[in-house]
């Protein structure tokens, strides 16, 4: 199956970046190379670093930017630090991360991701250590609720999770079919009607499995601390638990003296060492919303770090 994934909001992202010719450049999140390559093109002396945790996709990434030079780092971008100092990289002028799990990636039955397919109970972007299956058949009841209700905001995870702990004591659960009509089962009727009931217990598994908040403060902390004065990052978000950690990091970054409004003069002494490009979160056109519908629930911020 080809490795394949439509760009979101890829413009808006390039231009945001400011791009230098001759400036240093890293790709959090490579998948098919898509920003990759419209980054790659607008380099003349500069580098590009390209970082994912997928076997799969660097090797397309890898095919579609061949008459370019990138470095491929076949780890995850919360290595991001040591990766780079071990390229002799301190600093860097841009860097990109496109949160979205690709549409190879859902498509794929045997990764395990979609609801959609009956496939091995999986969702390793890495292909390595816990999967799905194991969190679904190992967790304790308590752990999965929690789960649930933090990185899926599923109202009805107490039910859900009764449903599973009731199947894998007859039998483990193996696959995405098996897990989705467990959900379906343990959630009122009217909600299996007006939509699929799966799509949120399905992303809170997939989080943990992946550690997707965690390698994303990780990320935008190590990253920003790498970017050079007027050197900027760029996070596309899809869902609202990785917006909130974006948005509330770079307002940090762009806040200065945090003193009580009741003290006359400053005694703190912070200052702002960033500022935001973009106020509010740039979303996809009507466009791209019509060629694309992954990209509705898109979200890109940019911030410039000033100090």
């Not at 799969?56 to 370019?68: G, H, S, V």
């Not at 498509?107 to 496939?119: I, K, L, V």
């Not at 292909?127 to 194991?134: K, M, N, P, Q, V």
């Not at 098996?178 to 809170?204: G, H, M, S």
């Amino acid at each position: 199956m080809e490795f394949s994934h439509k760009s979101v909001l890829l413009s808006e992202t390039i231009e945001g970046l400011n791009i230098d010719p001759d400036g240093i450049y890293v790709d959090c999140t490579t998948g098919g190379g898509g920003h990759s390559f419209e980054l790659a093109k607008r380099l003349k002396n500069g580098r590009l670093i390209c970082f994912d945790q997928d076997k799969e996709a660097i090797a397309a990434a890898k095919e579609r930017l061949k008459n370019f030079s990138p470095v491929f780092v076949n780890r995850n971008y919360s290595e991001i630090k040591n990766s780079l100092s071990e390229l002799g990289i301190t600093s860097v002028n841009g860097i990109m991360m496109d949160l979205g799990v690709s549409s190879y990636q859902l498509d794929n039955r045997e990764r395990g991701f979609s609801y959609h397919d009956d496939a091995p109970l999986d969702m390793r972007m890495s292909g390595e250590g816990e999967s799905a299956r194991d969190v679904v058949n190992e967790y304790e009841p308590g752990e999965l609720v929690r789960i649930l209700q933090n990185y899926g905001e599923e109202k009805f995870a107490q039910s859900i999770v009764k449903g599973i702990v009731r199947a894998r004591e007859q039998a483990p659960i193996e696959t995405t079919s098996q897990l989705a009509e467990i959900i379906r089962t343990n959630v009122p009727a009217r909600v299996r009607n007006e939509k699929n009931p799966c799509r949120k217990t399905f992303q809170a598994i997939r989080i943990e499995v992946n550690r997707e908040l965690e390698v994303l403060e990780a990320g935008i902390r190590d990253g920003f601390e790498l970017l050079c004065r007027g050197g900027r990052m760029a996070v596309i978000t899809f869902h609202s638990l990785e917006d909130r950690i974006v948005k509330n990091a770079f307002k940090e970054y762009c806040t200065g003296c945090i003193c009580p409004p009741e003290f006359p003069v400053c005694i703190c002494g912070r200052k702002p060492r960033a500022e935001l490009i973009n106020k509010k979160p740039i979303t996809a056109s009507d466009e791209e919303l019509k060629d694309n519908l992954r990209s509705r629930s898109a979200k890109l911020r940019i911030i410039e770090k000033t100090v």
